[in-house]
């Protein structure tokens, strides 16, 4: 291969790199999100079509130590279809209970030491659409 080539391969894996997607959810607290909401809210009705929201985000823990259960729930506006919980390493989809109220549960196995370090989790809630509202938590595996 030539040197012009190669100059113009290592620039445009450059560009690409420098193109990466910012973050862009609303950044939310750890010790926030490890409060329960007191009342818990309700959900908002919204129409199909309506952007959606995110009311209220809980779990149990934000620093999760290994062999233990981690588990969470969120309230959202009715139109919800689904409520993605993900780091770069990991994604599941929260069990829908009722329009609007979405929980999960994982247990969490012990992890190679690699894997054991702070991330930040996204919460992206989603309408049939593909709209999106986005929380980030930051959650460390120990």
Known sequence: MNLAYRLTALVMILGVSA?????????????????????????RLASPGAPPQILALWMNETSIPSGTDWYGRAITSTNVASLEIRTESFSFVAQRIAFGDFRFRQHVL??????????????????????????LVPIAFR
């Open 19 to 43: 193109c990466s997607e910012a973050e862009t959810g609303t950044p939310m607290g750890a010790a926030q999100v490890v409060k329960s909401p007191n009342p818990w809210p309700t959900p």
């Open 110 to 135: 012990d992890m190679v030491p690699y894997y054991k370090r702070p991330y930040t989790l996204h919460v992206i809630a989603r309408n049939t659409a593909g709209d999106r509202d986005e929380l």
